[in-house]
């Protein structure tokens, strides 16, 4: 089975930038669909990025569209949120999903890897 893994969280001042990563294993990571979700205090996960296996096509969360950037490097079974303009209201604990198919969905159950979770944090 699939474990991703996150790294690159921490504390970050408002306007500032963070990379996440996501390593997972499996020969078949270029073909799987990835995806990033956050979950803030007091509120629902919700889905924020997601990018889709073999063409690698990215999807956005409306509230995060122009500012989050999602890639990925198949030959490093790695894949990437580059969070630019960081603002307060982003400070969540930052998840990394592997869907199983090529298919990227906003639907957290629909993802059945998960990694530990990379908290995020945004001074004022």
């Known amino acids: 089975q699939v474990q991703p893994v996150e790294s690159g969280g921490g504390l970050v001042q408002a306007g500032g930038s963070l990379r996440l990563s996501c390593a997972a294993s499996?020969?078949?990571?270029?073909?799987?669909?990835m995806g990033w979700f956050r979950q803030a205090p007091g509120k629902e996960r919700e889905f924020v990025a997601g990018?889709?296996?073999?063409?690698?096509?990215?999807y956005y969360a409306y509230s995060v569209k122009g500012r989050f950037t999602i890639s990925r490097d198949n030959a490093k079974n790695t894949v990437y949120l580059q969070i630019n303009s960081l603002k307060p209201e982003d400070t969540a604990v930052y998840s990394c999903?592997?869907?199983?198919?090529?298919?990227?969905?906003?639907?957290?159950?629909?993802?059945?890897?998960w990694g530990q979770g990379a908290q995020v944090t945004v001074s004022s």
């Open positions: 990018i889709s296996g073999n063409a690698g096509t990215a």
């Open positions: 999903a592997v869907r199983g198919t090529g298919v990227v969905v906003s639907t957290a159950s629909l993802y059945p890897y």
């Open positions: 499996g020969r078949s990571f270029s073909s799987m669909a």
